[in-house]
């Protein structure tokens, strides 16, 4: 039987990491996969339970959690409602985050490797983070970023220090979400160490790169800029797909998406190979 656990960890700035474990009774001690979700989403969004189960149906433990500055309350678990922790997010505090989880993986999951798919912002993490931790043996990333700054767009720099804060725009709730130019400075002052196609060419373990080719918000030629990187990964184009593979929050089917399937289908098969 497939199993869900919660768990809780102390992230960056004493904020909460809400986490959960999808796993199959019959196999308690199978490989760890950790996923890193995006901007703007979270352990909860559209159909990452399904993922989840469908990794848990399929020989993997899988691991999923918000970031701790998400803005994803445990009041509100759908959607990023905590508008201040959302402002000040930094890609430090996120990188911390998934340090604490991958370490909380080590000590407490009985692994002494985890494997790690990465979505959007949250690929431009996991490919640092592969790049850095010994313990991660494969990598995926899903529609993932090749620079931090293309999330905000660099023509706004120079107003966001000037006013101290911009905005986003959520697509699906219309409302504007803030960020402070604390995300900004955090990354200018760690330019070198939050290079995400540095870090690419020091990637040594193996990693598939997916993309869809109707991506509007990360266009396949950021996956070929990875893939170009490091030419020892793979990149899996999906025909037709988009940023998140037809899948859409909330999301009340009971089935995967069929692009989202595919992409699941091909990621279990390069974690076989592994």
């Known amino acids: 039987m497939i ?6 960890l102390t992230g960056a700035d004493q904020k909460i990491i809400a986490g959960d474990i999808t796993y199959d009774d019959k196999n308690t001690k199978a490989p760890l996969v950790i996923f890193v979700h995006g901007f703007k989403g979270f352990k909860d969004w559209g159909a990452h339970n399904l993922v989840a189960r469908y ?3 399929n020989g993997y433990r ?48 009985g692994v002494n490797e985890v494997f790690l798919i990465g979505h959007s912002r949250g690929g431009g993490l ?8 010994p313990h991660i043996k494969g990598l995926i990333t899903w529609s ?7 999330l905000w767009g660099r023509e706004r720099e120079e107003e966001w220090k000037k006013e101290g804060k911009i905005y986003v725009m959520n697509a699906r709730t219309k409302e504007k979400m803030p960020l402070n130019v604390t ?10 160490k939050l290079d995400i196609l540095n870090s690419a060419k020091q990637i040594n373990i193996p990693w598939l790169i997916v993309q869809g080719d109707d991506d509007v918000n990360v266009p396949l030629e950021t996956a070929q800029k ?9 990149l899996l184009k999906i025909e037709g797909a988009n940023h998140v593979y ?3 929050h909330p999301f009340d089917k009971e089935t995967l998406p069929a692009q989202l399937l595919l992409v699941c289908e091909k990621s279990l098969l390069f974690l076989n190979g592994l």
């Open 3 to 8: 199993h869900k656990e919660e768990f809780s």
């Open 183 to 192: 995300l900004l400075s955090d990354f200018e002052a760690n330019k070198e």
């Open 126 to 133: 996991s490919i640092i983070q592969a790049a850095n931790n």
């Open 55 to 57: 990794f848990a149906q």
């Open 62 to 109: 899988y691991l999923k959690f918000n970031l701790s500055h998400s803005g994803v309350t445990p009041d509100k678990p759908n959607d990023v409602s905590d508008m201040d922790a959302f402002a000040a997010n930094t890609v430090s505090k996120e990188m911390l985050d998934v340090d604490v989880v991958i370490d909380y993986a080590l000590k407490n999951l």
């Open 226 to 234: 990875l893939s170009n990187a490091n030419p020892s990964s793979r």
């Open 144 to 150: 993932a970023i090749s620079d931090f700054s293309s």
């Open 246 to 248: 037809g899948a859409s």
